[in-house]
């Protein structure tokens, strides 16, 4: 296939988030199927587009956006779809991905592990983790690395891995 011979590209430099989520919340359709975006029927056209997986659950997703927001209405028909819609308004208001991922956690309730891919960072992964119920774990390899939320989605290809235990580190926006 044509995605095959680019990936086989001495030259190439690949991102891929993907996610297989069981839809706790929200209907199974393709706009909810992972990673979701920041594109929704009443955004704003010249925000940064952001793309995002959540491994978990954003409580208290619509009271974020208020009634004028219910599912169906304004787009917002799962909880994961919070994450790249308020990452890019953060993004747009001069943020920086990782304090502004940290600034959407604090607003978040529930127990959550996020990665995001905002289009600024230029195939950067931004991550993040919140509650006690999700984890991250980043598989080290010799041709890159990969995230996961259960390790046993890389024994299969490395055994060097990192847990994301959701700690904040210097330099990430907290204040």
């Not at 208290?60 to 890019?88: C, M």
């Not at 991905?97 to 600024?120: E, H, N, R, W, Y």
Request: charged share 15%; aromatic share 6%.
């Amino acid at each position: 296939s044509a995605l095959h011979e680019l990936i086989a590209l001495p030259s190439a430099r690949i991102t891929v988030l993907a996610h297989t989520r069981w839809a706790s919340v929200g209907r199974i359709s393709e706009a909810n199927a992972h990673p979701v975006d920041s594109r929704w029927s009443d955004g704003d056209p010249d925000t940064p587009l952001v793309v995002a997986a959540l491994n978990g659950d954003v409580d208290n997703y619509l009271s974020l956006f208020g009634s004028a927001h219910q599912p169906d209405e304004g787009g917002i028909t799962t909880d994961a779809k919070v994450i790249p819609v308020l990452l890019s308004k953060r993004l747009a208001a001069g943020g920086e991905p990782c304090a502004a991922l940290v600034a959407c956690l604090d607003d978040f309730d529930g127990s959550m592990a996020i990665t995001v891919q905002p289009q600024s960072t230029d195939g950067e992964l931004v991550l993040g983790v919140k509650g006690s119920g999700q984890a991250l774990y980043i598989g080290l390899s010799p041709s890159g690395f990969m995230v996961a939320s259960e390790v046993y989605g890389l024994i299969g290809a490395t055994g060097s891995f990192l847990r994301v235990d959701g700690g904040t580190f210097p330099g990430a926006g907290r204040p």
